[in-house]
């Protein structure tokens, strides 16, 4: 390695001594450099790419950016500039590969490493202990950092399109710089993103562009802690990009975790293992019906936007169990109190709280080419990002929010008092019914799924509930009232859903699996993932259907030529007993298509 040091200082030769012990540690003028990739001594085929990332402080500990950081080859001159880059086309040969930092109040400073561009092609092999992929110089791969750790905090994957997906890593109390190597195969990464700086606490979202469509992709997290050499890293995951018609997928769905409910309605193991088990049946994505962030135990008189955050990051180190590889669309529950009642002008109220948590921790669609959904922006939140609609293979997925429609409180008041006493109340609002109205006349799909918390967003039971109100269009005494309480509006939602030949509604809130159907249209309702009772939760409120107690989640497997759907049990280790495993089916039904 080749290093310019003018140093004044004793302090500053140690730090210079120790940087060329590391081989990766440049000083100038109190200018730290860091190269963090390519690894000092690599070995790379012609025309295959290599990630170039590094960093440097000047004398204040300000990160220098941009042109301030220039990189050259001794053989190729000028590389490029800024903190990170690929490049495929390094000419054969001995580099040294030089990382120049200028700053005003601390000069220059450079550090450099030494690698090898081989123009013959080399055997594909993999050196675990360097983390190195090195293939035929046909497949294109890049040659990853070492890892000397594991990335201790989280990674949650959303808005999965045809090419691209977004990943928000969260470090909760260190900083650092963050960077994403990713490819087609596991071990082999042919991309890599460009290096962010991750505050700690501070949520950041990487989008990975300009990926294939239909395809499965493997990749790892890398961080380095801000002023230190050692990187540490993720496990290997995976995601796949939207898929085509006529392909076959799986997803998953869990029920109310509510983990504020501890030994009631919820426990950390159980929950973990539910997550880990619905993860291994690698679904396409993972979704939660809502009542996962519950606010409404908090103090009203003393709430504050701190405490309502926590219920959100409190799921992380959760949710990241199965949303490190399967991206999270979230439903809005009552319990969360994201709720349009709640709005009172100012930024400092739970609703606005709430919803701001949500999108700032986890990466929600917004309506763009391939998602449609809400458009409207509310203050101090902006896109609400509550109800949305996208295909995948064969299918429509739709969500439904009654909450942030509503402007009567729609089930539990947060500040206390009874609850409403008229359901036609209650409403999903205009803007919202059109929207779901032309998104299943116009879907194509030979499958359609609409996602909401429960049956106009509270009660209890599931067709049972179906006849009323805007649902049903029935009044409290049977009589019909729909045409005068909704006008403009073409029929109540659920004869929307048997008209357009939805497949299932899924519905949670009521704390039990059961499966019913009416006009056509299946109605699931769905088990918690948490309840170390395996509870038979509002039994009574369900005249009809197949049902079964807690815990677990629900898989379905999604054809061409039809949808298997699995009611999936979880037990923790001591309750394995009885002819009952963890992982077991409990209860499995075929649809066909219509």
């Not at 199965?322 to 400092?348: I, M, W």
Request: charged share 15%; with cysteine; proline share 5%.
């Amino acid at each position: 390695m080749q290093e310019a040091c003018n140093i004044k200082k004793p302090l500053h030769i140690l730090c210079c001594l120790f940087a060329a012990a590391l081989l990766l540690f440049g000083c100038d003028n109190a200018i730290q450099i860091t190269i963090v990739s390519p690894q000092d001594g690599t070995h790379f085929t012609l025309g295959e790419t290599v990630a170039f990332s590094g960093t440097a402080f000047d004398s204040t500990e300000k990160e220098l950016q941009g042109s301030s950081l220039v990189w050259t080859s001794n053989r190729d001159g000028q590389l490029a500039i800024g903190k990170s880059f690929s490049k495929s086309d390094l000419s054969a040969g001995n580099h040294t590969i030089t990382l120049t930092a200028s700053a005003a109040n601390s000069g220059k400073g450079s550090a450099s490493v030494q690698i090898t561009v081989e123009s013959g092609a080399v055997s594909s092999t993999t050196t675990t202990s360097q983390n190195t992929t090195t293939t035929a110089a046909a497949q294109t791969t890049t040659t990853t950092p070492v890892a000397a750790g594991l990335f201790t905090g989280t990674v949650i994957l959303g808005r999965p399109t045809n090419s691209s997906i977004t990943a928000s890593i969260l470090s909760p109390d260190t900083s650092g710089d963050v960077w994403l190597f990713y490819g087609l195969a596991s071990g082999s990464y042919s991309g890599m993103t460009g290096m962010s700086s991750l505050q700690a606490g501070t949520p950041l979202e990487v989008p990975l562009d300009a990926l294939s469509a239909d395809t499965q992709y493997y990749y790892r997290v890398y961080f380095r802690k801000t002023g230190e050499t050692t990187i540490t890293a993720t496990d290997e995951h995976s995601f796949h990009t939207a898929r085509p018609a006529g392909s076959t997928f799986t997803f998953c769905i869990q029920g109310d975790s509510h983990p504020e409910r501890t030994k009631k309605q919820f426990d950390a193991d159980l929950y973990t293992r539910t997550l880990r088990t619905a993860a291994s049946d690698h679904p396409d994505f993972y979704l939660t019906i809502g009542d996962d962030f519950s606010v409404d135990t908090l103090d009203p008189a003393t709430v504050t936007a701190a405490q309502v955050t926590g219920r959100y990051t409190l799921q992380l180190p959760y949710l990241t169990l199965v949303g490190c590889s399967a991206p999270l669309f979230l439903v809005n529950g009552n319990h969360e109190q994201a709720a349009r009642y709640l709005l009172d002008g100012t930024p400092d109220n739970v609703a606005v709280w709430a919803q701001n948590a949500r999108n700032r921790y986890y990466p929600e669609p917004a309506p763009d080419s391939f998602y449609t959904g809400n458009t409207e922006n509310i203050e101090y939140i902006g896109l609400l990002r509550n109800y949305f609609a996208w295909t995948w293979g064969d299918a429509l997925f739709v969500t439904i929010d009654p909450y942030w429609a509503s402007p009567a409180c729609v089930d539990n008041p947060f500040y206390g008092g009874s609850k409403r006493t008229n359901l036609w109340d209650v409403t999903h609002g205009d803007s919202q019914y059109q929207w779901l109205k032309t998104t299943l006349e116009q879907s194509q799909a030979k499958y359609k799924f609409v996602f909401a918390h429960h049956v106009l967003g509270t009660g209890r039971g599931g067709i049972e509930e179906a006849a009323g109100y805007e649902w049903g269009g029935q009044n409290a005494d049977g009589t019909w009232g729909f045409d005068t309480k909704r006008p403009g509006w073409k029929t109540p939602i659920h004869q929307l859903m048997a008209e357009n030949n939805v497949t299932i509604f899924f519905q949670g809130h009521d704390h039990i699996w059961v499966k019913q159907e009416l006009d056509g249209v299946i109605y699931q309702t769905l088990s918690e993932p948490a309840d170390p009772n395996y509870s038979l939760f509002n039994s009574d409120a369900y005249t009809s259907g197949d049902k079964f107690s807690n815990t677990g989640y629900t898989r379905l497997t999604v054809s061409p030529d039809g949808i298997r759907v699995d009611y999936v049990r979880t037990f923790l280790p001591k309750d394995e007993k009885d002819g009952h495993v963890n992982g077991e089916v409990a209860y499995t039904y075929f649809v066909e298509p219509k």
